[in-house]
């Protein structure tokens, strides 16, 4: 799932949930939630957001 391939980047690069959701731009609760697969379907807006800040491609977030 989506937020388990956010969460796995994330560690890799050892970020917090919350210098993430800062590099990103996007609401700290946003990105538990994405996180902890309770949004299945986050905006692609944010998605692009995360892979920037993770320095990934979106299609690397995404993958299965």
Excluded: C, H, W
């Amino acid at each position: 799932m989506i937020g388990d391939n956010i969460k796995k980047f994330r560690k890799k690069k050892s970020l917090s949930q919350d210098k993430l959701a800062r590099t990103a731009d996007i609401p700290y609760t946003t990105l538990i939630k994405i996180e902890s697969n309770i949004v299945k379907k986050p905006s692609v807006q944010n998605i692009a957001k995360i892979a920037k800040a993770l320095d990934v491609s979106i299609e690397k977030l995404i993958e299965e």
